[in-house]
Nanobody
Framework: QVQLVESGGGSVQAGGSLRLSCETS????????MGWFRQAPGKEREGIAL????????YTDSSVKSRFTLSQDSAKNTVYLKMNSLKPEDTAMYYC??????????????????????WGQGTQVTVSS
């Protein structure tokens, strides 16, 4: 059973920063591709970034690449999403995701929500102007 527990969300003013955490098991972080998605009200789920278990290769969506950074602490079995220069349009529920398949084997690509098998419960991020 894959468990993903997010934390770190909250309310922040535009221009501020937050760091989201996703805690999982040692087995998951060592064998699964881990990533982050977000979903704003009335919008589709949006892939943000992912990390490879084998070599820690990062893939980050171009829309947030200059502001968001995914990182991993294997000793703590935790994946992080550091978000800087937050904007009101970043307001969304943020989800940690995991899957065993590499991104090139995902139908529709890794940014498609349906291509990920495991999801956390989400953590809310609200950015005010």
């Amino acid at each position: 059973q894959v468990q993903l527990v997010e934390s770190g969300g909250g309310s922040v003013q535009a221009g501020g920063s937050l760091r989201l955490s996703c805690e999982t098991s040692k087995y998951t972080i060592g064998n699964f591709y881990m990533g982050w998605f977000r979903q704003a009200p009335g919008k589709e789920r949006e892939g943000i970034a992912l990390i490879s278990p084998a070599d820690n290769t990062l893939y980050t969506d171009s829309s947030v690449k200059s502001r968001f950074t995914l990182s991993q602490d294997s000793a703590k079995n935790t994946v992080y999403l550091k978000m800087n220069s937050l904007k009101p349009e970043d307001t969304a529920m943020y989800y940690c995701v995991a899957d065993t398949r590499p991104p090139w084997m995902r139908e529709g690509g890794w940014t498609v929500g349906s291509s990920w098998d495991y999801w956390g419960q989400g953590t809310q991020v609200t950015v005010s102007s």
